[in-house]
């Protein structure tokens, strides 16, 4: 079945950085849009950016210009670079697989910015 299993997060202070990485299983991963998404407590979740298979990216303009994503097609596996983390970034990030005829969604990884 689809497997989405994310890593890498943890408590970073304002201005740092953090890597998340989503490990993929049960689909075929190359042909799939991934995306990350975020909640934060007592808000509703949002698109933080969006990868297609041919690597076209999308992101959220909150995001624009701090965060990477990117792909490894051999890997199965989706990362979410986050660079000069402000505390607004503090949230549950989630990975989504947004196939053809199924969505799937991760457990989610805390990412805490906070000095």
């Known amino acids: 079945q689809v497997q989405l299993v994310e890593s890498g997060g943890g408590l970073v202070q304002p201005g740092g950085s953090l890597s998340l990485a989503c490990a993929a299983s049960?689909?075929?991963?190359?042909?799939?849009?991934m995306a990350w998404y975020r909640q934060a407590p007592g808000q509703a979740r949002e698109l933080v950016a969006r990868?297609?298979?041919?690597?076209?990216?999308t992101y959220a303009d909150f995001v624009r210009g701090r965060f990477t994503i990117s792909r490894d097609n051999d890997k199965n596996t989706q990362y979410l670079q986050m660079n000069s983390l402000k505390s607004e970034d503090t949230a549950v990030y989630y990975c989504?697989?947004?196939?053809?005829?199924?969505?799937?969604w991760g457990q989610g990884t805390q990412v805490t910015v906070s000095s």
């Open positions: 989504k697989a947004e196939g053809l005829w199924f969505v799937s």
């Open positions: 049960g689909f075929t991963f190359s042909r799939t849009i």
């Open positions: 990868i297609t298979p041919s690597d076209t990216t």
